[in-house]
């Protein structure tokens, strides 16, 4: 039974040496976004709520589109690398450059023209009205600045992820390292006005941040070209964008609902939240702190989930047999499942102290509490959930991987929280808890998609 589940120490060391880079880059991540929202969140309740209106729901969006339109392609860079196929690779490569800059020019186009409209989604609950004139206005101005930063982050997207798939996570890792630290040295300079700049608040966690992504494009772009013997799919990448045919419907036919799906559920988590803020405007800044304990408490097993898809696809792609693909990815689920627990722990016993960091009011503190520990309490759940999804996708299950995503959270989540944010008196906390309950249904039905079996296929033979 133990054998089962439990790896032995060679398995451990493979899953590792990917998992540990991305877990090192993914925390670095969550902690800049940490550091903003603690430095930012000594502003003032308005500017806590504009940012977490842009980062949390409007440029999430963004975000999440950009790494859905790079995953189609990235289903086959892992399967191509397994095989050995280095003019796939680079054929995949352009794929995600084309799908990412369309993604970007499209998200520039809908944040100039209605940054203010949708922003102004989340400022419909009862509150002080010059305060949501002050989130509004702070937003606007955060948005546009971020703007600057949108394409050396889709860039980045796509040699960060390339790299990952071939076998060569330190890279993004490092570069992570480096744009945190850049990241950091400006918030304090910009946000504070120290060292002779002014004080500039929202507006400066803005401006450091797009200084941040244009040093991490430069690092994993400069480190790419430079070792072409890593990276033998390098020659020749540029010289045209010309993808077969077949190749080309192949991911556009996996990669299209992955785009969706990340489309779709990003919005619709947005949406989700935009009916939490409808309650009171309290709930704004309570969502953004919750959510950023939530997020670095989930890196690991998130990071771990990506490692599955990523070791998955290489097994399918190198033709391992199905019982040895089924078991290592069962061993891995579990180790998933086991950091959701411990990070569930970690979260809740930070549930009081963290909020407590910000300046803001004593109702704001004890609503980010409340959230933050019925987080913790459906984490495992979560932890459980994320490896379904990557496992789906390394074997171009697209289709289903949709399905089970974004289903739930269309079908159920986002009508419940309309209803009854707005057609009961239930507390907020008890409408955010019914709504994660969704995550049980999920993870039954995860369970009976990945014991069928048919996401075990080598996409890479023709």
């Given at each position: 039974m133990?054998?089962?589940?439990?790896?032995?120490?060679?398995?451990?060391?493979?899953?590792?040496?990917i998992?540990?880079?991305?877990?090192?880059?993914?925390l670095?991540?969550?902690?800049?976004?940490?550091?903003?929202?603690?430095?930012?969140?000594?502003?003032?309740?308005?500017?806590?709520?504009?940012?977490?209106?842009?980062?949390?729901?409007?440029l999430?969006?963004?975000?999440?589109?950009?790494?859905?339109?790079?995953?189609?392609?990235?289903?086959?860079?892992?399967?191509?690398?397994?095989?050995?196929?280095?003019?796939?690779?680079?054929?995949?490569?352009?794929?995600?450059?084309?799908?990412?800059?369309?993604i970007?020019?499209?998200?520039?186009?809908?944040?100039?023209?209605?940054?203010?409209?949708?922003?102004?989604?989340?400022?419909?609950?009862?509150?002080?009205?010059?305060?949501?004139?002050?989130?509004?206005?702070?937003?606007?101005?955060?948005?546009?600045?971020?703007?600057?930063?949108?394409?050396?982050?889709?860039?980045?997207?796509?040699?960060?992820?390339?790299?990952?798939?071939?076998?060569?996570?330190?890279?993004?890792?490092?570069?992570?390292?480096?744009?945190?630290?850049?990241?950091?040295?400006?918030?304090?300079?910009?946000?504070?006005?120290?060292?002779?700049?002014?004080a500039?608040?929202?507006?400066?966690?803005?401006?450091?941040?797009?200084?941040?992504?244009?040093?991490?494009?430069?690092?994993?772009?400069?480190?790419?070209?430079?070792?072409?013997?890593?990276?033998?799919?390098?020659p020749?990448?540029?010289?045209?964008?010309?993808?077969?045919?077949?190749?080309?419907?192949?991911?556009?036919?996996?990669?299209?609902?992955?785009?969706?799906?990340?489309?779709?559920?990003?919005?619709?988590?947005?949406?989700?939240?935009?009916?939490?803020?409808?309650?009171?405007?309290?709930?704004?800044?309570?969502?953004?702190?919750?959510?950023?304990?939530?997020?670095?408490?989930?890196?690991?097993?998130?990071?771990?989930?990506?490692?599955?898809?990523?070791?998955?696809?290489?097994?399918?792609g190198?033709?391992?047999?199905?019982?040895?693909?089924?078991?290592?990815?069962?061993?891995?689920?579990?180790?998933?499942?086991?950091?959701?627990?411990?990070?569930?722990?970690?979260?809740?016993?930070?549930?009081?102290?963290?909020?407590?960091?910000?300046?803001?009011t004593?109702?704001?503190?004890?609503?980010?509490?409340?959230?933050?520990?019925?987080?913790?309490?459906?984490?495992?759940?979560q932890?459980?959930?994320?490896?379904v999804?990557?496992?789906?996708?390394?074997?171009?299950?697209?289709?289903?991987?949709?399905l089970?995503?974004?289903?739930?959270?269309?079908?159920?989540?986002?009508?419940?929280?309309?209803?009854?944010?707005?057609?009961?008196?239930?507390?907020?906390?008890?409408?955010?808890?019914?709504?994660?309950?969704?995550?049980?249904?999920?993870?039954?039905?995860?369970?009976?998609?990945?014991?069928?079996?048919?996401?075990?296929?080598?996409?890479?033979?023709?």
């Amino acid at each position: 039974m133990l054998q089962k589940y439990i790896g032995d120490k060679a398995f451990y060391g493979r899953v590792s040496a990917i998992a540990l880079p991305i877990i090192v880059q993914n925390l670095i991540t969550n902690f800049v976004s940490l550091l903003d929202n603690i430095m930012v969140g000594q502003l003032s309740d308005a500017q806590i709520s504009a940012v977490s209106i842009a980062n949390n729901n409007l440029l999430f969006i963004f975000t999440l589109c950009l790494f859905g339109g790079a995953a189609g392609a990235g289903i086959f860079t892992a399967q191509f690398h397994g095989s050995g196929n280095t003019e796939g690779i680079r054929h995949a490569f352009r794929f995600k450059i084309l799908i990412c800059l369309g993604i970007t020019l499209l998200g520039c186009g809908i944040f100039l023209g209605f940054s203010e409209p949708l922003i102004s989604l989340y400022l419909q609950g009862e509150g002080d009205p010059v305060q949501a004139a002050e989130t509004l206005e702070y937003g606007r101005q955060y948005i546009f600045i971020m703007l600057l930063g949108m394409l050396p982050f889709a860039m980045t997207n796509v040699y960060a992820s390339t790299l990952r798939e071939c076998g060569h996570p330190t890279v993004p890792m490092v570069a992570g390292l480096v744009a945190t630290a850049v990241n950091m040295f400006f918030n304090y300079i910009l946000i504070f006005g120290k060292l002779g700049a002014p004080a500039m608040g929202v507006t400066g966690a803005a401006t450091a941040t797009v200084i941040a992504r244009y040093v991490e494009f430069l690092f994993v772009f400069f480190w790419t070209h430079k070792n072409v013997d890593k990276n033998p799919y390098v020659p020749g990448l540029y010289r045209s964008f010309y993808i077969p045919k077949s190749l080309l419907k192949s991911i556009a036919v996996r990669g299209l609902p992955l785009l969706i799906n990340e489309g779709l559920w990003s919005l619709g988590m947005a949406l989700l939240n935009q009916c939490y803020s409808f309650y009171s405007l309290d709930v704004v800044p309570a969502l953004s702190i919750s959510t950023t304990i939530y997020n670095l408490s989930a890196v690991v097993f998130r990071s771990l989930g990506n490692t599955v898809g990523i070791i998955t696809g290489q097994m399918l792609g190198a033709k391992h047999s199905n019982e040895e693909i089924r078991s290592d990815n069962t061993k891995m689920t579990v180790l998933c499942i086991a950091s959701g627990v411990v990070f569930a722990g970690i979260a809740a016993a930070l549930s009081v102290a963290f909020p407590a960091i910000y300046n803001t009011t004593d109702s704001v503190r004890l609503l980010s509490t409340q959230l933050i520990l019925i987080s913790a309490i459906t984490m495992p759940l979560q932890a459980y959930i994320f490896p379904v999804y990557f496992t789906l996708r390394a074997g171009g299950r697209t289709v289903e991987t949709f399905l089970f995503d974004c289903g739930s959270i269309w079908a159920l989540s986002i009508p419940a929280a309309f209803i009854l944010t707005r057609l009961t008196g239930l507390h907020i906390t008890v409408i955010f808890s019914l709504c994660q309950c969704v995550d049980i249904l999920k993870c039954f039905i995860g369970y009976r998609m990945i014991k069928k079996g048919d996401w075990i296929q080598n996409l890479t033979v023709k």
